[in-house]
């Protein structure tokens, strides 16, 4: 056992760490109607919904568009009628 316990921590010792900065990105998307045409960021971007797209999907897609350049910015995405 102790063999074990000694190739494990010189395994362990030979394992590079990756210190890559944790970025946040905050955003809310509103959903007050059942059936939006799009929705618009408060920066001024608007996100069509596509053909056949659920809600769900079109308030998914704007979450991975959230802008991460400015971080500490809550970004708000409103819906479009």
């Known amino acids: 056992m102790s063999n074990l316990k000694n190739r494990l921590a010189t395994l362990e010792s030979k ?47 704007c979450g991975g568009l959230a802008n991460w350049e400015y971080e500490g910015h809550w970004r708000v995405f409103e819906p479009i009628f």
């Open 15 to 61: 394992t590079p760490v990756k210190n890559e900065p944790i970025r946040i990105c905050w955003f809310t998307v509103h959903s007050l109607t059942d059936d939006p045409i799009g929705y618009e960021s408060d920066c001024g971007a608007i996100i069509n919904r596509l053909p056949d797209e659920s809600v769900q999907g079109l308030m998914d897609r």
